[in-house]
């Protein structure tokens, strides 16, 4: 049974940082896509950032939302089986369940339907 269990979220002031973890069990990951998709109140759920395995020699590349790009890091720990998000500048309208996701076979990146498993979610709030 495929599990994803997200962790690291939390209260902080504008223009700090949180990382969030997605721990992985149940099957590697190691060659798919996984991404974070997060949901604010009332909006639906949107693509955050996605990694994606890109074959032997040039193994993983990353993808991100206008938004976040520039102010967010996506990287996979292979032996941990796990993917982080490491969220720097963060803006009050980040604020929002953050959710972590896994493609079974590639698809496209930025879609929520294009993902096959989901996380729990891990509340994110930035303050002003």
Known sequence: QVQLVESGGGLVQAGGSLRLSCAASGRTFTKYTMGWFRQAPGKEREFVAAIIWSGIWSG????YADSV???F?????????????????????DTAVYFCAAQSRPRTIATVDSYDYWGQGTQVTVSS
């Open 60 to 63: 993983d590349s990353t993808t």
């Open 69 to 71: 790009k520039g102010r």
């Open 73 to 93: 890091t996506i990287s996979r720990d292979n032996a941990k089986n796990t993917v982080y998000l490491q969220m720097n500048s963060l803006k009050p309208e």
